[in-house]
């Protein structure tokens, strides 16, 4: 085995590792360790995602997005830590965005066709419309941000519905992974917006975390096309 491999499969461990003993804080509601640890799993992630692509350069997707994804991901942790902070949570919630984004540029990538540029125009009108009209009933949870929201969100059903489009495509691997992560993203990030500008909850933190760990280690995982990679 490459040492380069070995490399990788230290660092996924440490990261579960990492990931359980936060998850631990978040249970006994410790904010101090809590805020301390969180960056450092996704960091631990990423680094894991980028020694994979350094170690397949013949990866056909562009490797720079997917950890470069993973970067935005640790950057938006840091600024969320405190979701109580608006401004904090709103520079974070930017940082998630553009991941959300490189991540939507990946799949676009494993296609094996090329979508003319309408789609694009249509997704977009679509995301607009879709957080327009759910605004009425999002307002009363989230208050006069809740289009931001809505459109924040709405960036995690593109990426499901690109997950559909690559299972189509005949990736069932890859597709499956990203799709089953972006719906646990989905419901991690709707609890963490809810217990912002909503009604909080206790631990709160522990479902959140739980939940987006699953969900970065099957997308990441997934967009670097790990299984298929190892199976070769």
């Not at 969900?215 to 190892?230: D, P, R, Y």
Request: net charge positive; charged share 10%; glycine share 6%.
């Amino acid at each position: 085995m490459h040492i380069m491999e070995i490399a990788f499969y230290v660092l996924i461990g440490v990261f579960g590792l990492a990931s359980f003993i936060h998850l631990i804080f978040c249970l006994l509601e410790k904010e101090a360790w809590r805020k301390a640890t969180k960056p450092l799993t996704t960091l631990l992630l990423t680094g894991a995602i980028l020694i994979l692509t350094l170690t397949y350069p013949e990866m056909p997707f562009p490797k720079y997005a997917i950890w470069l994804a993973g970067i935005m991901c640790v950057f938006g942790d840091l600024f969320a830590l405190r979701i109580k902070s608006r401004p904090l949570f709103i520079t974070g919630s930017i940082f998630y965005t553009v991941g959300h984004m490189l991540n939507a540029y990946v799949m676009v990538s494993m296609l094996s066709y090329t979508m003319p540029w309408w789609i694009y125009v249509a997704i977009a009108g679509a995301s607009l419309a879709f957080s327009g009209a759910l605004y009425p009933l999002s307002r009363l949870l989230f208050g006069k941000i809740a289009y931001i929201i809505n459109l924040y969100l709405s960036l995690h059903l593109i990426n499901i519905a690109l997950a559909i489009l690559l299972l189509v495509d005949g990736k069932p691997i890859i597709a499956t992974m990203i799709l089953v992560g972006y719906a646990l993203y989905f419901l991690s990030d709707f609890l963490l917006v809810y217990s912002a500008y909503g009604k909080d909850m206790r631990r709160r933190d522990f479902y959140i975390m739980l939940l987006f760990y699953a969900s970065q280690l099957l997308i990441m995982l997934g967009l670097a096309n790990t299984l298929l990679i190892i199976s070769q």
